[in-house]
């Protein structure tokens, strides 16, 4: 049986949203056109993949799926990724990890810690919370623990990351007294706790119960730092 060739994906369909653009511009500007045609493709296939991975699981995403929405052959997600798991971490890598390099290459703080930490905390949950970035976050927590690979990666990618920022800055806030509790700073997951329970309820029980994460993250940071104080 003749093997159909793959069809170029047009531009416009790698443009088609937002993740399309983000992911092409990953990758730099090609050198040739049948570089920008491998580009257009590859981004196709992770925004693909995207798409499948949310609304199907992990576990259920089949590579024909993924290469019927991208628009191309199987055997031409080959020649980008050599299984899931690795197009898994590349979707990862695209999407969230510059998120996370942006928010935790914050200048040093010329206010206090606090500002520091809201400011983090705020953008987190403006890019995630309702966004494709939080239904790929809900997605690792649900399907992390059958596959320890794709948790190990996205742990080391993001959260380890996320975890050396926090400390320093809750070190620094000891430092200038700002946080009197020490021990804070041997779990600083208590400081973008709210964070994680704002991405997690928002696919739960937003609808039983919206939560207000901004509010609910000013209420945690006035435990932490004390409340603000009014002129």
Same mark, same amino acid.
């Given at each position: 049986?003749? *093997? *159909?060739?793959?069809?170029?994906?047009?531009?416009?369909?790698?443009?088609?949203?937002?993740?399309?653009?983000? =992911? %092409?511009?990953s990758g730099g500007a090609?050198?040739?056109?049948?570089?920008?045609?491998?580009?257009?493709?590859r981004a196709a296939i992770v925004e693909a993949a995207m798409e499948e991975?949310?609304? @199907?699981?992990?576990?259920?995403t089949r590579l024909d799926d993924i290469a019927r929405r991208a628009g191309v052959a199987k055997g031409t997600i080959y =020649?980008?990724?050599?299984? *899931?798991?690795?197009?898994?971490? %590349?979707?990862? @890598?695209t999407v969230i990890v510059p998120v996370v390099t942006r928010l935790t290459k914050l200048p040093p703080p010329t206010g206090s810690v606090r500002d520091l930490v809201?400011?983090?905390?705020? /953008?987190? =949950?403006? #890019?995630?919370? /309702?966004t494709r970035r939080g239904d790929l976050v809900r997605l690792i927590v649900a399907e992390g623990p059958r596959f320890p690979s794709v948790a190990d990666f996205y742990y080391r990618e993001v959260v380890s990351r996320g975890i050396a920022a926090m400390r320093a800055l809750i070190e620094l806030g000891i430092a200038r007294g700002e946080i009197r509790q020490k021990d804070?700073?041997?779990?600083?997951?208590?400081?973008?706790?709210?964070?994680?329970?704002?991405?997690?309820?928002?696919?739960?029980?937003?609808?039983?119960?919206? =939560?207000?994460?901004? #509010?609910?993250?000013?209420v945690h940071l006035d435990l932490i730092f004390g409340e603000r104080r009014t002129t």
């Amino acid at each position: 049986m003749t *093997k *159909k060739p793959d069809k170029a994906v047009p531009p416009s369909q790698a443009r088609t949203s937002e993740w399309g653009q983000a =992911l %092409e511009a990953s990758g730099g500007a090609p050198a040739s056109n049948r570089a920008t045609r491998a580009a257009q493709r590859r981004a196709a296939i992770v925004e693909a993949a995207m798409e499948e991975f949310i609304s @199907r699981g992990f576990a259920a995403t089949r590579l024909d799926d993924i290469a019927r929405r991208a628009g191309v052959a199987k055997g031409t997600i080959y =020649l980008h990724f050599k299984d *899931k798991e690795s197009m898994f971490e %590349e979707l990862v @890598r695209t999407v969230i990890v510059p998120v996370v390099t942006r928010l935790t290459k914050l200048p040093p703080p010329t206010g206090s810690v606090r500002d520091l930490v809201e400011s983090f905390a705020s /953008n987190f =949950l403006a #890019e995630v919370i /309702n966004t494709r970035r939080g239904d790929l976050v809900r997605l690792i927590v649900a399907e992390g623990p059958r596959f320890p690979s794709v948790a190990d990666f996205y742990y080391r990618e993001v959260v380890s990351r996320g975890i050396a920022a926090m400390r320093a800055l809750i070190e620094l806030g000891i430092a200038r007294g700002e946080i009197r509790q020490k021990d804070l700073a041997r779990y600083p997951q208590i400081l973008v706790a709210p964070a994680m329970i704002a991405v997690i309820w928002q696919s739960l029980f937003a609808r039983h119960a919206p =939560l207000d994460a901004q #509010e609910m993250l000013r209420v945690h940071l006035d435990l932490i730092f004390g409340e603000r104080r009014t002129t």
